[in-house]
């Protein structure tokens, strides 16, 4: 079974700082994408980043980077210079391999960005 | 076009209704998702289509009826709903059923039922 695990139900932040929300998974796969999606209170979820398993190097967008530890099975998310527009719910999620592939999301974690 | 658009944006109906959720996107995706979002929860999946056809029915109650007439429409018809079916729906589409690079959402329907 696969599974993904997002241990920070919320969290805070200041507006300009940094912000990582961590996120561990577990698959038998080999070839898989992981993703960061973000739900604002629009309800609209937006993919924020995607990494691709077999790819080494971390996938980055603009202020998102992430950290991909695979033999760990873990994806942080890195948030820099924190924005008010950042607030929202994130979910780290799998995409499963079948027909019909499945995504897979952890519990979310909401994020609060202050001013 | 790089979007699915979900109509209506919130829905109100009674437990003896009939209503039709509707799920659109003209990026000529063939894979179309519906999921069902409570608050603060994570979305669970309900059903997918491939190429216009059933490939996923996640045991989902027969008051939920999926339908998909064509490759850029999406339906949910819904029928003798239950206070508890109250969530927010989300529709997603993606290239096609073996497609690994994640999903395009809508930005859901929120229903409730009274």
């Known amino acids: 079974a696969q599974t993904v695990t997002q241990s920070q139900p919320e969290m805070s932040v200041q507006e300009a700082e940094t912000v990582t929300l961590s996120c561990t998974y577990d698959?038998?796969?080999?070839?898989?994408?992981l993703f960061w999606y973000k739900q604002p209170p629009s309800r609209q979820m937006i993919l924020v980043i995607r990494q691709e398993a077999y790819k080494q190097q971390n996938a980055t967008e603009n202020r998102f980077s992430v950290n991909f530890q695979k033999a760990a099975k873990s994806f942080s998310l890195k948030i820099s210079d924190s924005q008010l527009g950042d607030t929202a719910m994130y979910f780290c999620a799998f995409m499963k391999r079948e027909y019909g592939n499945k995504l897979v999301f952890g519990a979310g974690t909401i994020l609060r960005v202050k001013s | 076009d790089t979007e699915v658009t979900q109509t209506p944006k919130h829905l109100v109906m009674g437990m003896t209704n009939k209503k039709s959720l509707k799920c659109e996107q003209h990026m000529g995706h063939r894979a179309m998702y519906w999921y069902k979002q409570k608050a603060k929860k994570p979305p669970e999946l309900m059903f997918v289509y491939s190429y216009e056809k059933l490939s996923i029915n996640e045991s989902v109650p027969s008051r939920f009826s999926p339908e998909c007439p064509n490759s850029s429409l999406l339906n949910l018809h819904l029928h003798a709903l239950q206070p508890e079916d109250s969530a927010l729906y989300l529709c997603?589409?993606?290239?096609?059923?073996?497609?690994?690079?994640?999903?395009?959402f809508g930005s859901g329907t929120r229903l409730t039922v009274v």
């Open positions: 698959t038998s796969e080999n070839n898989y994408y």
């Open positions: 997603a589409s993606s290239q096609d059923g073996t497609d690994l690079r994640g999903y395009t």
